[in-house]
Every structure is written in structure tokens, then in C-alpha cells.
């Protein structure tokens, strides 16, 4: 790992006013260039401890620093991609591609042109014009994707992308978003419920524990990228799959 990591959490905890601590002793330091899921039962903080990390909601104690400042002063190096693809209905996929840059007051030009190239990155250069409501659900977070990374951010962060997806559309996506990061390259932070997709993404798996949220496993992930679809099969892949829902069940018991 680089000398100094990208993102390092220590000793952070987490609650809500005066209510009971919802992540409690997280330490974690992660390297520009990893991938890491956090995966662990409901309730457990996963998607707080993601909006902490983007400075989007602030820690009750310990520290989070993001390239060495707080996550608030670094919101421009990040994005931060839902559930729910959270396009706007009335726009047409370029036009919600563009917004970012649009926010960000980007010339026409670079807009067009940056547009064009990440339509193109996640395959819906044919779809620019169609409204979201013509989209099937898996081109819709294709969509969210497109428009995150067209300010090309140094850290992505995906709360259960595709958890509301059949399994088949998302393996797809999940071999999607690998060939994206090997062309457009980011630090990614990714929440699943999926042992099998938090495998086949990540460097890194985090599995937290619940009440309060805490760290209980972490599992290095040795397959080198570029990943193929076929690792799914590999005895390697399933032993990784089998240790991972181990310590899963090890938090749920
Ligand atoms: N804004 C909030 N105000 C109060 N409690 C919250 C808020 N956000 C989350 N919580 C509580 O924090 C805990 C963790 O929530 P969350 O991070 O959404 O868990 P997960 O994403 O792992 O399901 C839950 O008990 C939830 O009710
Ligand atoms: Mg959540």
C-alpha cells in the first residue's frame, strides 16, 4: 500500500443525537486504487459508514481523513451512486448524464464530448436520446454510472447498485463496472448484500457486525484484475465465497 492511504478511518464512531451508537470502533485504511466492499446484516451501518466517507453526515468520534483533509473538504474527488438510479424523469439520458458537468459550469463542448465518451464507456450510446421510463432497470444504473463517472472522480462510492436487479443482469453489470474501472480508473467503496458479487468486484471485503456496527472480518481478495466472468467457477473463487459467507454467518449467529 501507498505510504499514506487514500481513505483512513480510525476509531470512528457513529451515532444519531442521543440514540444508541450505530457504528462503534471502525478502523480501516484503504490505498488509491482498491476496491472495497462492506457487506453485513441490515441495520448494521453499511450505508452510514459509506455517507461518512463522502462527508455526507459526520462522525460523533474518531477520524476520517479522505487524501489527508476531512471528507467534506474533498467532496469533489468522490460520487456517490444509489439504489434507486435516481435519474430525472423529464431529462433524456444524455441530459442526465450531462448534469454533473452542468453543475459543475463545464463548456458545451466538454460537456458533448465527455457525454458522448462515457454513453459509449457503459454501452448506451444508442439509448442517448430515450427518456429513463423507456430504460430497462439494469440501463438505468448503467445510466447513474455514466453520469458519476463523466467527472471522472478519484473515489466511487455504490450503496447496493444493483441490488434491486435479477441476478443474470447483475453479474453482467458486475463484469460491466470491472472493464469500466480497467479504462477509467478509481479507488471504489461498494455496499452488497451479495457474498458472490462482493467477491467478484473487490480487492478488499469488509464484513461488519451489527448493534453497533463494527468491523468483525476482513478478507483479502488475491485474484488479479482484469477478472473474467469464468473465475465465478474456479475452486479458488468458490473457497473465497465459502470463507466470506463463514464469517457472515459467524455476525448473524
Ligand atoms: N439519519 C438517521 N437518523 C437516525 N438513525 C439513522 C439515520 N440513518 C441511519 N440510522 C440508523 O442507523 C442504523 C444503520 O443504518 P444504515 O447505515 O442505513 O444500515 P445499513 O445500510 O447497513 O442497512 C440503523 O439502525 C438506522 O436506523
Ligand atoms: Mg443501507
Not at 469533489?76 to 433524456?92: H, N
Not at 463542448?109 to 423507456?134: C, D, I, N, T, Y
Not at 469488509?206 to 474456479?234: C, K, M, S
Request: one cysteine or more.
Amino acid at each position: 500500500m501507498n505510504a499514506a492511504p487514500l481513505v483512513a478511518i480510525r476509531g470512528l464512531q457513529k451515532r444519531f443525537g442521543a440514540g444508541p451508537l450505530v457504528l462503534d470502533g471502525i478502523n480501516l485504511e484503504v490505498g488509491q486504487g482498491e476496491f472495497v466492499s462492506f457487506i453485513g446484516p441490515s441495520g448494521c451501518g453499511k450505508s452510514t459508514l459509506l455517507r461518512l466517507i463522502a462527508g455526507l453526515t459526520s462522525a460523533s468520534d474518531g477520524l476520517i481523513t479522505v487524501d489527508g483533509t476531512p471528507p467534506e473538504k474533498a467532496r469533489e474527488k468522490m460520487f456517490f451512486v444509489f439504489q434507486d438510479a435516481t435519474l430525472m424523469p423529464w431529462r433524456r439520458v444524455a441530459e442526465n448524464v450531462e448534469l454533473p458537468l452542468l453543475l459543475r459550469g463545464d463548456a458545451p463542448g466538454h460537456r458533448r464530448e465527455r457525454v458522448a465518451r462515457m454513453l459509449e464507456v457503459v454501452g448506451l450510446s444508442g439509448a442517448a436520446e430515450k427518456f429513463p421510463w423507456q430504460l430497462s432497470g439494469g440501463m438505468r444504473m448503467r445510466v447513474s454510472i455514466a453520469r458519476a463517472l463523466t467527472v471522472a472522480p478519484e473515489i466511487l462510492l455504490l450503496d447496493e447498485p444493483f441490488g434491486a436487479l435479477d441476478e443474470m443482469t447483475r453479474d453482467r453489470l458486475n463484469e460491466d463496472l470491472l472493464a469500466i474501472r480497467s479504462r477509467n480508473s478509481f479507488t471504489g467503496f461498494f455496499v452488497t448484500h451479495s457474498v458472490a458479487e462482493a467477491v467478484f468486484l473487490s480487492s478488499r471485503i469488509v464484513v461488519l457486525g451489527v448493534n453497533p456496527g463494527r468491523v468483525t472480518a476482513v478478507i483479502d481478495v488475491p485474484f488479479p484484475y482484469p477478472r473474467q466472468p469464468e473465475l465465478r467457477e474456479t475452486p479458488a473463487f468458490l473457497r473465497l465465497l465459502a470463507t466470506t459467507a463463514q464469517a457472515l454467518r459467524a455476525v448473524r449467529s
